[in-house]
């Protein structure tokens, strides 16, 4: 008799933790509050070469834009494409510009909140371990039920094995039937051996997961709530973090 593989901690809170419903996708978490600090300044440096670059190509267009004005003899075609490439500089610029200002503006945000970073730092670490314990409780489980499915096709064919063994004595040539599904059932047994190491082994990986220590206990989702809305509100004085954290 094939036995059935047990379902994966089927009471989450007796396992120490709770799976999140949401479905959270890890994101990359930054090692610390300098290294953003350092990655923002990199950005500013960055984005005020590429602003330098393009005020100076826009006062390169400019100057062509200009020349192709003064020459009487100028064809309309070399004055819309001087116009055109000129326009495109300066919207060149404006952009580059914001992106300076973007960049500004963010590491004003990230500057004399160090305490905020540490906690997002850690979160973020938390929440790695969590989607790690995750994944791998899934994989668990997954391994049990198709093992299992695999159990419930034996047992399926061993109960019509007796069904035609019963009917023997009268009716021989079910033998042939008999025949085909020990076949059968020899195939699903090696079929489910191989399951079953599979879900042993996913369990076991989810047990020792589970019992390592990390942080995905201490992992806040109102945290994750509260930091993500306070960057999509950063410029909003009229946001009140109250109900997120």
Request: one cysteine or more; charged letters at 20%.
């Amino acid at each position: 008799m094939i036995k059935r593989v047990f379902q994966i901690l089927t009471s989450l809170a007796a396992a120490g933790f709770v799976l999140l419903a949401s479905g959270i996708v890890a994101k990359a978490a930054l090692p610390c509050t300098y290294d953003i600090i350092n990655d923002a300044n990199a950005n500013i440096a960055a984005a005020q070469a590429a602003y330098d670059a393009a005020k100076a190509d826009e006062a390169a267009k400019l100057a062509v834009f200009n020349a192709v004005k003064a020459d009487n003899l100028h064809s309309q075609l070399a004055y819309e494409q001087a116009a055109a490439d000129y326009t495109n500089a300066v919207n060149k610029s404006a952009w580059c510009l914001s992106m300076v200002n973007n960049y500004k503006s963010y590491l004003k945000n990230i500057k004399g909140r160090e305490g905020f970073e540490d906690k997002f730092a850690s979160n973020r670490v938390a929440l790695a371990d969590l989607t790690n314990l995750q994944a791998s409780k899934y994989a668990a489980d997954g391994s049990a039920n198709i093992a299992n499915g695999t159990a419930d096709i034996i047992a399926n064919i061993e109960k019509a094995i007796k069904g035609y063994e019963q009917q023997l004595a009268t009716s021989p040539s079910v033998q042939a039937q008999i025949d085909e599904l020990n076949k059968k059932l020899e195939y699903y047994r090696a079929d489910y051996a191989a399951k079953a190491q599979t879900a042993g082994e996913n369990a076991a990986a989810f047990a020792n997961n589970i019992n390592v220590p990390g942080l995905y206990k201490t992992y806040s989702l109102g945290f994750e709530n509260f930091q993500w809305n306070m960057e999509l509100n950063r410029d909003n004085t009229d946001w009140d973090p109250k109900g997120y954290y």
